[in-house]
Structures are given as C-alpha cells and as structure tokens.
C-alpha cells in the first residue's frame, strides 16, 4: 500500500461537519480530492484548517494536467515532499509532526517507516537497473539520494 493511502486530514470529522458534507479521512481518496479541489466548501470551514488545506492544494494540486486532481501529481508531489523532509535530517516522527503544522495531516509511524524502507528499497534498483544500462549519472544520482534518505546527516 502506497504511503498517500496512508495519510489521514487530522480533523476530518469536524470539517465534514462544518462542510455539511463528508470529508474523508485519507486525504487522497477521490471524494478528499474533489472537495479540495472545488475549493468553495472550504469557506465554511475554520480559518486555520481552510489556510492549511488551501496550503496544500497550492502545492500538490495545481499541475494543470487535464485529468487534475486525478492525474497522480498530487501523490507525487506529497511522497517528494516526504523524501525532502527526511533528506533535510527529518525522523519519522518529525515528519508526521512537519504534515499535521504544514497541512494538517498526519501518518502513522509505522507507515512512514515502512514508507523510507520502500524508498531505499526503489532507489537500489535504480542504481542497479542504470548501473546495467550504462546511466552512470542516473546511478549516481539515485545513489546520493539513497544516501541521503538512510543518513540525512550525510549529506551525500
């Protein structure tokens, strides 16, 4: 299970009651989206939750795809912000606590875990696949992130 069906709207309950509509708990679900990206129920809600949350339709669901927010940007983008954050010296239970100020979500521990482990996983065999293509810089690119992701502190 991808880690953006693992992110949950920290309030979903009192916004849905605010909304008179129900917001569901994983962000990324196709009805959060919807909701998120018609940005007029979000004016009936409190004025932190609608800041956080117009926080995070400007930076994960304004791609201009056609197929927006369905397209896969937002997933994308929101699993690049999670890697930044570990990349920029962050521990799981940092990240979790940087979701809930920036955008008002959260994670389980256990999954963003789970989530960092996929991640090296993935990126050793980028190094191995550009590694038997002759991508030498993919190879090392996807190596220094590698590096980056297990010991932020490394800095490469």
């Known amino acids: 299970m991808a880690i953006t069906d693992r992110v949950y709207v920290k309030n979903h309950r ?76 962050l521990g799981p239970e940092a990240m979790i606590d940087a979701m809930e100020q920036d955008y008002n979500l959260y994670a389980y521990e256990g999954d963003v875990y789970d989530f960092l482990d996929t991640v090296v996983r993935r990126l050793e065999a980028v190094e191995e696949m550009a590694d038997a293509l002759g991508e030498h810089e993919t190879r090392e690119e996807a190596r220094r992130i590698r590096r980056e992701v297990v010991d932020p502190a490394s800095g490469g």
């Open 14 to 89: 009192s916004l849905s009651s605010s909304m008179d509509r129900n917001m569901p708990r994983n962000v990324f679900s196709g009805a959060a989206l919807d909701l998120l990206y018609s940005t007029d129920e979000l004016e009936k809600v409190d004025a932190a939750s609608r800041d956080r949350l117009l926080e995070f339709v400007a930076d994960f669901m304004t791609c201009g795809c056609s197929d927006a927010p369905y397209c896969g940007c937002p997933e994308r983008g929101f699993v690049e912000y999670l890697v930044d954050l570990r990349r920029g010296g």
